[in-house]
């Protein structure tokens, strides 16, 4: 992406800008911040290709590599007991997940976005429905990421 790793990675993981641009996103926030590397997380999700809405409760762990000028963002599901379940949507499970923004070999002032995805959206979804959603899901993230980009520099900010 024509930005660099430092502006990108608060853009990816931050809720003041990713409720902005990922169109599949209804909901996200932080539920509790541990410290200055370490959140909760609650957010809440559609797909128009999925029959049902799905929520998840992460924690996440980010920062930036003390030897090399990459970001990294991890996450995996945990219980809070403020956020129950509702029936209203399927309690996601996220699996050890994350992304790293790595500055491009070369071109520093461009980044490679690297995301590891693994979920188990839970319900009575058969496998071939997730496994035939998941990529266009993630295909969509970086589209919807690319057209947030956008309006930002038009934007000025």
Avoid at 32 to 59: G, N, Y
Avoid at 77 to 103: D, E, K, M, Q, W
């Amino acid at each position: 992406m024509e930005i660099p790793p430092v502006k990108l990675f608060p853009f990816v993981y931050r809720p003041e800008y990713r409720s902005k641009w990922d169109k599949s996103l209804q909901s996200y926030k932080i539920v509790e911040r541990i410290d200055q590397v370490i959140l909760k997380t609650m957010s809440f999700q559609t797909h128009i290709s999925m029959p049902c809405q799905w929520t998840a409760v992460d924690s996440h762990l980010s920062g930036k590599s003390p030897n090399f000028a990459a970001f990294y963002y991890f996450a995996i599901s945990v219980v809070h007991p403020n956020l129950p379940p509702t029936p209203a949507y399927i309690r996601g499970t996220t699996f050890s997940s994350g992304y790293a923004c790595l500055p491009l070999p070369g071109n520093p002032e461009h980044t490679k976005l690297m995301m590891v995805v693994q979920v188990d959206l839970g319900g009575f979804l058969m496998p071939s429905v997730i496994n035939s959603v998941m990529p266009m899901s993630l295909i969509n993230f970086v589209t919807d990421c690319k057209s947030g980009l956008k309006m930002l520099r038009q934007s000025g900010t």
